[in-house]
């Protein structure tokens, strides 16, 4: 079951909050939708097929979704939530193409900053700006499974990395347990991955602990040395040191960018 929570309209664009209970973990019925869009998992994660290719979607890939596309969705591992932007090709000056897109820090706070911006009451300005940062960011940045399918093998291999990684498994604190775990030498994993993601797995596991420390500085954590040492870091150096590499702020100037209010430009 669907529920959705409109944001912000404009006719240039529409930025929606949708949910999806684990109603249906088999595939839906083929659908077709005539915008092109942009769709970031928020919380949760899902299945999505379309053009004959299966995409797994959660906090670190999204989707950019063309008109015409024949879509089918699964909920295997539970419900989501996700922010859908419609928005008009006018806006970049060009149409994008329809691919899995890799949800780099970067990208992960240009949406946090459109949500940000959506309490703000500044659509057409504060909003509609931070909105087209998030969309040209997210089209600039195809993954290596959208520009050269891999074997199946492969990407059920990258898949369960993946999924151990975001579910905080044990073994998914070092590369050879985590290899072990996925009963594959630690070579063909990180080779695999690499190709798969079109990132290593080291930055990779960096960036979800990014989206964590983000997530944890929003809700108010006060101490980043005891969040250092929570999300796994050597110390509060090194967490400002890998959150500063992937989205170019220090968790101080977070607080700021990600406040409630229009923050700077």
Do not use: K
Not at 43 to 57: H, N, Q, Y
Not at 84 to 108: N, Q, W
Not at 225 to 237: E, N, P, S, V
Not at 239 to 245: F, S
């Amino acid at each position: 079951m669907l529920s959705a929570s409109t944001l912000a309209a404009r006719p240039e664009f529409t930025v929606t909050v949708v949910g999806c209970r684990s109603d249906h973990t088999q595939w839906s019925q083929p659908e077709s939708r005539d915008d092109h869009r942009l769709v970031l998992v928020r919380r949760g994660r899902f299945r999505r097929s379309a053009d004959g290719t299966d995409t797994d979607l959660d906090a670190t890939t999204a989707y950019l979704g063309a008109p015409g596309e024949q879509e089918r969705f699964a909920h295997p591992a539970g419900g989501d939530v996700c922010t859908s932007v419609r928005f008009e090709p006018s806006l970049l000056g060009r149409p994008p193409a329809a691919t899995t897109v890799y949800v780099d820090a970067r990208v992960d706070l240009a949406h946090r900053r459109l949500v940000a911006a959506a309490g703000t009451g500044d659509i057409d300005y504060a909003l509609a700006e931070e909105l087209l940062r998030l969309v040209a960011a997210a089209a600039g940045e195809p993954t290596a499974r959208a520009r050269r399918a891999g074997r199946p093998a492969d990407r059920a291999l990258a898949a369960a990395a993946r999924e151990a990684i975001i579910e905080e498994a044990p073994e998914a604190g070092g590369l050879c347990a985590l290899a072990a775990l996925l009963e594959v030498s630690p070579y063909r994993l990180s080779r695999v991955f690499s190709r798969e993601t079109g990132v290593s797995l080291t930055r990779y596991r960096n960036r979800v602990r990014v989206t964590r420390a983000m997530d944890r500085i929003v809700e108010g954590e006060p101490g980043l040395a005891a969040l250092a040492a929570q999300l796994g870091f050597a110390d509060q150096a090194h967490l400002t040191r890998v959150v500063r590499e992937h989205v170019g702020h220090t968790p101080t100037a977070l607080r700021r960018l990600l406040a409630p209010g229009p923050g700077p430009s």
